[in-house]
């Protein structure tokens, strides 16, 4: 499968933005999609996750409350709603995909390397 991530802009803080991953060359609904970020000069991180029909979902506690994952099968779509934005939410954010089910376990679902599908990412940048 193909991800491309869009979205991404410069945003003030307390903003908010939405981030699209288009899918495409696959079975959309039969993967697990993620949301990483990377900010300058730090590993990539985990930030959300959702389960292949939608009805689970599991967000790190940073972003818990700000962050909305969800997705849309008939559109290949996966989004990521963001709102009040922090200067601390700048960073590349990438999308993510993999079609076992184990990835959403806690000692998977955060890992960088489980996940075998992966986006070019979209830049977000929160002035203060």
């Known amino acids: 499968v193909q991800l491309q991530a869009s979205g991404g802009g410069l945003v003030q803080a307390g903003g908010s933005l939405r981030l699209s991953c288009a899918a495409s060359g696959g079975t959309f609904s039969s993967y697990v999609m993620a949301w990483f970020r990377q900010a300058p000069g730090k590993e990539r991180e985990f930030v959300t996750v959702i389960s292949r029909s939608g009805g689970s979902t599991f967000t790190r506690d940073s972003v818990k409350g700000r962050f909305t994952i969800s997705r849309d099968n008939a559109k290949n779509t996966v989004y990521l709603q963001m709102n009040s934005l922090k200067p601390e939410d700048t960073a590349v954010y990438y999308c993510?995909?993999?079609?076992?089910?184990?990835?959403?376990?806690?000692?998977?679902?955060?890992?960088?390397?489980?996940?075998?599908?992966w986006g070019q990412g979209t830049l977000v940048t929160v002035s203060s």
């Open positions: 993510a995909a993999d079609r076992d089910l184990s990835i959403l376990a806690k000692r998977n679902r955060e890992d960088v390397g489980k996940y075998e599908y």
